[in-house]
């Protein structure tokens, strides 16, 4: 059973930047793609990026490309998400999920963390 844990989430001010962690457990990720997803208060679930286990493509949301970076360390098992130039909006839980196709819908992800909070602001 692959069981996945977030971490890095905090406060920061407007500009600043937070790399967030999903660690793996039970399982390789080497094998799943996985996808970063984010809530805000009152929104539904969106897609922030994904990274394919086959070729190492990735994905990002519109709002999000140049700032934010996703990569995966297998030595280490976990996917990182360097978030840099945060605003205000990017403020929200953020959870990794897992599956086996690289995709931005929440739905077809069948292993997802507990989710970390990314507040930005001054």
């Known amino acids: 059973q692959l069981q996945l844990v977030e971490s890095g989430g905090g406060l920061v001010q407007p500009g600043g930047s937070l790399r967030l962690s999903c660690a793996a457990s039970?399982?390789?990720?080497?094998?799943?793609?996985i996808g970063w997803f984010r809530q805000a208060p009152g929104k539904d679930l969106e897609g922030v990026s994904c990274?394919?286990?086959?070729?190492?493509?990735?994905y990002y949301t519109d709002s999000v490309k140049g700032r934010f970076t996703i990569s995966r360390d297998s030595a280490k098992n976990t996917v990182y998400l360097q978030m840099n130039s945060l605003k205000p909006e990017d403020t929200a839980v953020y959870l990794c999920?897992?599956?086996?196709?690289?995709?931005?819908?929440?739905?077809?992800?069948?292993?997802w963390g507990q989710g970390t909070q990314v507040t930005v602001s001054s």
């Open positions: 990274i394919s286990s086959s070729d190492g493509s990735t």
């Open positions: 039970g399982l390789s990720l080497d094998y799943y793609a």
């Open positions: 999920a897992a599956d086996r196709i690289a995709t931005m819908t929440p739905t077809l992800y069948d292993y």
